[in-house]
């Protein structure tokens, strides 16, 4: 009797030590815009810091090689010209995903939207549309977050969004979004 007790006990512990966020709100076409505007938004930032980082490297490399100037000019210039194509490609891309996603969430839900619930249980993440199962994964197919005025957003596999609303949390809080996942801060 006293090792069920102490089991109990323990399992009651770890309860208290998991994360619990509920999320409910009522997920609209603009809420969806706003969520998609921020990721295009997230994945310019990040690819142009990228773009940023790699120019800079391309010129203190042309500038302290002095023997070779003018093929590192020329090298200098191939990076600059290929990453600025590189910019533009995924500026087309990702507002083509943009486009995509929004027009297919208005035809799929008639501009009415859905009612969406979030539940982050430990390790377990589910959502739910007017009451059926959406999502259904593991804390570790996290691949990213990122905010919004309005929105705290899980990116998932498979370029999934999970947007929890920061105002129709159940259970939880956003500072709790934050630290659920602290590795992947953005």
């Known amino acids: 009797m006293a090792n069920t007790?102490?089991?109990e006990n323990a399992e009651t512990k770890r309860k208290k030590k998991e994360?619990?966020?509920?999320?409910?709100y009522q997920y609209t076409d603009v809420l969806m815009?706003?969520?998609?505007?921020?990721?295009?938004?997230?994945?310019?930032?990040n690819y142009i810091s990228l773009i940023i980082i790699t120019l800079i490297c391309a010129?203190?490399?042309?500038?302290?090689?002095?023997a070779h100037k003018m093929t590192l000019a020329v090298l200098f210039a191939v990076v600059g010209i290929g990453c600025l194509a590189?910019?533009?490609?995924?500026f087309i891309s990702i507002n083509?995903?943009?486009s995509a996603a929004i027009k297919q969430f208005h035809e799929t839900y008639h501009g009415k939207g859905y009612e969406y619930v979030i539940t982050i249980e430990g390790n377990r993440i589910r959502s739910y549309k007017d009451g059926a199962a959406g999502?259904?994964?593991?804390?570790n197919d996290i691949r990213g977050t990122f905010e919004s005025e309005r929105f705290f957003v899980f990116q998932l596999t498979g370029e999934q969004l999970l947007p929890l609303k920061k105002d129709a949390f159940v259970k939880g809080n956003i500072e709790s979004c934050r630290s659920y996942?602290?590795?992947l801060k953005k």
């Open 5 to 7: 007790n102490n089991s």
């Open 19 to 24: 994360t619990v966020i509920i999320s409910q």
């Open 33 to 45: 815009q706003e969520v998609e505007d921020a990721w295009a938004m997230h994945a310019y930032r």
């Open 59 to 66: 010129f203190f490399t042309w500038r302290e090689a002095a």
């Open 86 to 90: 590189a910019i533009i490609a995924s």
């Open 96 to 98: 083509k995903k943009k």
């Open 135 to 139: 999502v259904d994964l593991r804390k």
């Open 181 to 183: 996942v602290p590795q």
